[in-house]
C-alpha cells in the first residue's frame, strides 16, 4: 500500500460515506486530480474503499467508503 492510500485511509472511518471535496479538507488537498490519482483510484483497485455509485463515477453524489 502506498504512502498515499495509507494517509487516505487514516483520515476515514468505516462505513461512514465521504465526499471527495471531504476528503480533499481532511487531507490538506487542493486538487481533485491529484486525490483521484493517488489517492482514491489506487484504494479502490486494491478494494480498500469502494464507491457509492460505481456505476456513475463522476456523480455529483458520489461518496466513498472505507472497507
Known sequence: VSEY????????EYDTPY?????LSLLGLKSKEALRKNYLNPAIRDNLICMTEP???NS????YIKK
Open 5 to 12: 492510500v495509507s494517509r487516505l485511509l487514516s483520515v476515514m
Open 19 to 23: 465526499s471527495s471535496n471531504e476528503l
Open 55 to 57: 456505476d456513475k463515477p
Open 60 to 63: 455529483r453524489n458520489q461518496r
